[in-house]
T-cell receptor, first 111, second 114 residues
C-alpha cells in the first residue's frame, strides 16, 4: 500500500526568507502524481503545485518549487520569499486510483 | 460557477443518531471522495467512488455509509456505530481518466456530537 510521510509537524520561517517542507512516500508503481496542498485557517484545500513522476524536471509555480527525487521517493516543497499569507497547513499527497495524504506540516510565518 | 458544495457547514448530532452530510459537484467529475480530518492525523480516506453506482471503502470506513446514485452527488451517512464521529469532513472530486488532475475540495462540514 502507498504511504505518505511528513516528518515535520510544525515549521517556522521569517518573512521574506525561504523554507523547505519535507515529504517522503512509498510506492511500487512507476507512474503516479504528487501534489502539495495548502489549507489556510478557512480550511479550504488549495492546490499549490503538482509533479508528474515520469518528468525529471522539478515543477515550479511562482515562489513555490519542488525537489523531486524519484529514486529516494522524496518530494519536498520550497517556498521562497515567504509571505504572511503563506501561513497554513501544508499537505503532501500521492495519487494512484485515490489520493493519499500525509499528516501535514503547520507553517508559521514570523513578521 | 463550477465547484463542490458541502452542506451543512456545521452539524450537531446527538449520540445514537444517524446524520447525513451532503456533497454535490457540478464539475462533471467521475470520481468523488470523502475524507475525515482530525488534528495531527491529516486527511484519512473514508470512502471513494470512481463511477456512478460503485464505491470502495477507504482506510476508516467503519461506522460510515455512502451512496452514488447520481454522478453529481455523493452523500455520507455517519451512523451510530461510529464511536467518535466528531471531526471535520471534506468531500472532493476529480476526473477519473486523467491521473494527473488534482482533487477539488468542498469547504467541509464540521460535525460535533453533543
Amino acid at each position: 500500500a502507498q504511504t505518505v510521510t511528513q516528518s515535520q509537524p510544525e515549521m517556522s520561517v521569517q518573512e521574506a526568507e525561504t523554507v523547505t517542507l519535507s515529504c517522503t512516500y512509498d510506492t511500487s508503481e512507476s507512474d503516479y502524481y504528487l501534489f502539495w496542498y495548502k489549507q489556510p485557517p478557512s480550511r479550504q484545500m488549495i492546490l499549490v503545485i503538482r509533479q508528474e513522476a515520469y518528468k525529471q524536471q522539478n515543477a515550479t509555480e511562482n515562489r513555490f518549487s519542488v525537489n523531486f527525487q524519484k529514486a529516494a521517493k522524496s518530494f519536498s516543497l520550497k517556498i521562497s520569499d515567504s509571505q504572511l499569507g503563506d501561513a497554513a497547513m501544508y499537505f503532501c499527497a500521492y495519487r494512484s486510483d485515490k489520493y493519499i495524504f500525509g499528516t501535514g506540516t503547520r507553517l508559521k510565518v514570523l513578521a | 460557477d463550477g465547484g463542490i458544495t458541502q452542506s451543512p457547514k456545521y452539524l450537531f448530532r446527538k449520540e445514537g443518531q444517524n446524520v447525513t452530510l451532503s456533497c454535490e459537484q457540478n464539475l462533471n467529475h467521475d470520481a468523488m471522495y470523502w475524507y475525515r480530518q482530525d488534528p495531527g492525523q491529516g486527511l484519512r480516506l473514508i470512502y471513494y467512488s470512481q463511477i456512478v453506482n460503485d464505491f470502495q471503502k477507504g482506510d476508516i470506513a467503519e461506522g460510515y455509509s455512502v451512496s452514488r446514485e447520481k454522478k453529481e452527488s455523493f452523500p455520507l451517512t455517519v451512523t451510530s456505530a461510529q464511536k467518535n464521529p466528531t471531526a471535520f469532513y471534506l468531500c472532493a472530486s476529480s476526473p477519473r481518466v486523467s491521473f494527473g488532475t488534482e482533487a477539488f475540495f468542498g469547504q467541509g462540514t464540521r460535525l460535533t456530537v453533543v
